[in-house]
């Protein structure tokens, strides 16, 4: 068990690398004679998968060795063919599995694996793994993208000056780890006035070649003017309009999760975010808090009404980082909580 647990933990650190939005995080080692010798992670989106990359790297050593996988090897031809039907044809004799796949097209991977001679066994550190790869296996489950909410903000909680100038409240180190938020959830959504006042693009940049994010913008009385950055030709966009409407933030996320998206960034405005609050379809909340503070203006979480205290959404502090000057804290709701925690049994 502990040689188990030593594997599985670097392939653990291992899917900790790319930006493979909306597939999973996955790592993958294989292992022959107590040595390592072949390393994989899924990169991006339309690339190797990680029992692929690690099986070109081992080369055939991968004959009769084990492979440790944070997530079970998919079944399906997709982008890419069955990384089952790969570890078969390369003669890997025990695949060793953290996580199960929920999702129903991709699941069953042990099941064909067991079936051609594979032996097939769970280890320890399914939580850990869990954790890295929370987006994915929180929208299989759930059957909706795993909703995260950013902001930058004043000491004060606020988004803007009165006047409506926003930019720019953090610092760049700030700015730049943002960055990582958008490429993680491969998808990031905003309404009408940000898209409009602040000109976002919301693309990805300065992390290399990677896929460009799902730009969602909520228009519902089609005001936008078609020229915006938001609608250029950098990356896709899903404009929610007059000719496209929807009814509410679950409804929003049904569009999202039809484009086979796992995760959305809500990047604001106050409005937007407020609705997702209320809805209590938040299920992380990541603000950066720059040492500011500027008395008037909104706040990033909008204004909406609750019936009484204990219907208010909670969230539990799980990170804090600095960045320079500012603070950078991240939330998760009990929701999120209480599906981590289930891999903990």
């Given at each position: 068990?502990?040689?188990?647990?030593?594997?599985?933990?670097?392939?653990?650190?291992?899917?900790?690398?790319?930006?493979?939005?909306?597939?999973?995080?996955?790592?993958?080692?294989?292992?022959?004679?107590?040595?390592?010798?072949?390393?994989?992670?899924?990169?991006?989106?339309?690339?190797?998968?990680?029992?692929?990359?690690?099986?070109?790297?081992?080369?055939?050593?991968?004959?009769?060795?084990?492979?440790?996988?944070?997530?079970?090897?998919?079944?399906?031809?997709?982008?890419?063919?069955?990384?089952?039907?790969?570890?078969?044809?390369?003669?890997?004799?025990?695949?060793?599995?953290?996580?199960?796949?929920?999702?129903?097209?991709?699941?069953?991977?042990?099941?064909?694996?067991?079936?051609?001679?594979?032996?097939?066994?769970?280890?320890?550190?399914?939580?850990?793994?869990?954790?890295?790869?929370?987006?994915?296996?929180?929208?299989?489950?759930?059957?909706?993208?795993?909703?995260?909410?950013?902001?930058?903000?004043?000491?004060?909680?606020?988004?803007?000056?009165?006047?409506?100038?926003?930019?720019?409240?953090?610092?760049?180190?700030?700015?730049?780890?943002?960055?990582?938020?958008?490429?993680?959830?491969?998808?990031?959504?905003?309404?009408?006035?940000?898209?409009?006042?602040?000109?976002?693009?919301?693309?990805?940049?300065?992390?290399?070649?990677v896929n460009q994010p799902l730009r969602v913008v909520i228009d519902q009385?089609?005001?936008?003017?078609?020229?915006?950055?938001?609608?250029?030709?950098?990356?896709?966009?899903?404009?929610?309009?007059?000719?496209?409407?929807?009814?509410?933030?679950?409804?929003?996320?049904?569009?999202?999760?039809?484009?086979?998206?796992?995760?959305?960034?809500?990047?604001?405005?106050?409005?937007?975010?407020?609705?997702?609050?209320?809805?209590?379809?938040?299920?992380?909340?990541?603000?950066?808090?720059?040492?500011?503070?500027?008395?008037?203006?909104?706040?990033?979480?909008?204004?909406?009404?609750?019936?009484?205290?204990?219907?208010?959404?909670?969230?539990?502090?799980?990170?804090?980082?600095?960045?320079?000057?500012?603070?950078?804290?991240?939330y998760h709701s009990r929701n999120l909580q209480n599906f981590l925690a289930?891999?903990?049994?």
């Amino acid at each position: 068990m502990q040689k188990h647990e030593a594997f599985m933990q670097e392939a653990i650190n291992l899917s900790r690398n790319g930006f493979p939005a909306p597939n999973p995080h996955v790592g993958c080692v294989i292992v022959k004679d107590g040595t390592i010798v072949g390393r994989g992670f899924c990169n991006r989106h339309g690339g190797d998968h990680a029992e692929v990359m690690a099986l070109k790297e081992a080369g055939s050593k991968a004959q009769g060795a084990t492979a440790y996988v944070t997530l079970e090897p998919c079944n399906h031809f997709g982008k890419t063919p069955p990384c089952t039907h790969a570890l078969v044809n390369a003669g890997v004799c025990n695949v060793v599995v953290a996580t199960l796949d929920e999702n129903p097209i991709a699941a069953v991977g042990i099941d064909y694996l067991s079936e051609n001679g594979v032996f097939v066994e769970s280890a320890a550190l399914a939580q850990e793994a869990a954790k890295v790869n929370a987006q994915f296996l929180f929208a299989m489950r759930h059957r909706r993208p795993m909703v995260t909410v950013k902001a930058g903000i004043t000491l004060d909680g606020k988004v803007a000056l009165p006047s409506g100038e926003s930019q720019w409240i953090t610092n760049e180190a700030s700015r730049q780890d943002a960055m990582i938020l958008r490429a993680e959830a491969g998808c990031v959504l905003v309404g009408r006035k940000t898209a409009e006042e602040d000109r976002a693009r919301l693309t990805v940049r300065g992390l290399g070649d990677v896929n460009q994010p799902l730009r969602v913008v909520i228009d519902q009385q089609s005001k936008l003017d078609p020229s915006l950055p938001i609608f250029d030709d950098s990356a896709p966009t899903l404009h929610l309009n007059r000719e496209n409407p929807v009814s509410g933030p679950n409804d929003i996320l049904q569009r999202i999760w039809e484009h086979g998206q796992t995760g959305v960034l809500v990047e604001g405005g106050p409005t937007t975010t407020a609705h997702f609050l209320q809805a209590d379809l938040v299920d992380r909340i990541v603000l950066y808090i720059a040492p500011k503070v500027f008395g008037d203006g909104p706040s990033w979480s909008g204004t909406f009404r609750l019936s009484s205290l204990a219907s208010a959404p909670q969230f539990k502090l799980v990170e804090t980082r600095m960045f320079e000057s500012d603070v950078k804290l991240t939330y998760h709701s009990r929701n999120l909580q209480n599906f981590l925690a289930s891999y903990n049994m």
